[in-house]
C-alpha cells in the first residue's frame, strides 16, 4: 500500500475514495481513527493502483 495523498478534508477524502472505489481500485483511508484529529489523514491503494489512482485524482480535482 503507498500513500498518495494526506488531508486534514474529511469530504475530500470521501469523495476521493468513492471516486477511486467507482473506477474498481482499492482506496484505504489510514489513520482515520487516531485521538489526534489535526495529524493528516492518508489515502492509500496498492503498489499496482497507484498510477490509475493519481490520474484519477488529478483528472476529477482539475490539475493538468
Not at 472505489?21 to 474498481?24: G, L, N, V, Y
Given at each position: 500500500m503507498i500513500a498518495i495523498l494526506?488531508?486534514?478534508d474529511p469530504v475530500r477524502l470521501s469523495y476521493l475514495k468513492m471516486i477511486l472505489?467507482?473506477?474498481?481500485l482499492h482506496p484505504?483511508?489510514?489513520d482515520a481513527?487516531?485521538?489526534y484529529?489535526?495529524?493528516p489523514v492518508r489515502l492509500m491503494v496498492p503498489d499496482s493502483e497507484v498510477e490509475q489512482a493519481l490520474r484519477l485524482?488529478?483528472?476529477v480535482e482539475g490539475a493538468p
Open positions: 494526506e488531508t486534514e472505489e467507482a473506477a474498481d484505504f483511508i489510514f481513527d487516531t485521538a484529529r489535526q495529524l485524482i488529478a483528472e
